[in-house]
């Protein structure tokens, strides 16, 4: 009901969805493994020009700002999150959308904006939060990191700065369009903030409290698909 309550707040429908509450891979050895109960649902969205898309990758341009674009309206919380889930634990808060008409104006706003070409580059919060937005945004690129100061944030707990999993967006402008932006945002009533700047060490600053080495980072989050796969070769 929360889903078709949403879907109908947004005017849109779900073509399909899929069932995961009874996965099990069984093997050989007659061992198995029972997935954790989850509902996988798709939507698909007309692409209007193929051409008009936003990486995820950050470039290395100096006149340029980082900008957090809120979809959630909702205070952050950290129940059900992935650093919950690094913790064992799963919490009793977890973020949402309070307001799904509200969730709608952002993302036609962040349209426009694309559609204008006025991001260039973006990527969205999601598993891991914020902090795993920012490090991922800097993988592929090989070069230079970001300064972010997270001040603008009512919230006063870096933890849940950093890793509340509430939908939103990072993305980058260049300076010369950044009046145009906020015009935008503020003309669709969506909540953001200037939050960093890329810098030419390969470092990511937050709130200059905070240093993580972005290659070092990078070896971490890519080992557990390497020893799967290396898993999976050889087996």
Known sequence: KALSDFCCSLQINVPTGKDSLSMTQKYPDGSKIVNPGTVIVSAGGEVSDIRKIVSPVMKNEPKSRFYHIDFSFDTLQLGGSAFAQSLNKVGSDVPTVKNPEYFRDAFLAVQQLVNEGLIMAGHDISAGGMVTTLLEMCFANQKGGMNIDLSAFEEQDIVKVLFAENPGV?????????????????????????????????????????????????????RTSYLLDRKQSFH
């Open 170 to 222: 990072v993305v980058q402008v260049a300076k010369a369009n950044a009046a145009r932006v906020e015009a935008i945002l503020e003309e669709a009533g969506v909540g953001f903030a200037v939050i960093g700047k890329p810098i030419a060490e390969r470092t990511l600053y937050i709130n200059k409290e905070y240093t993580l080495d972005i290659d070092a980072m990078r070896d971490t989050w890519y």
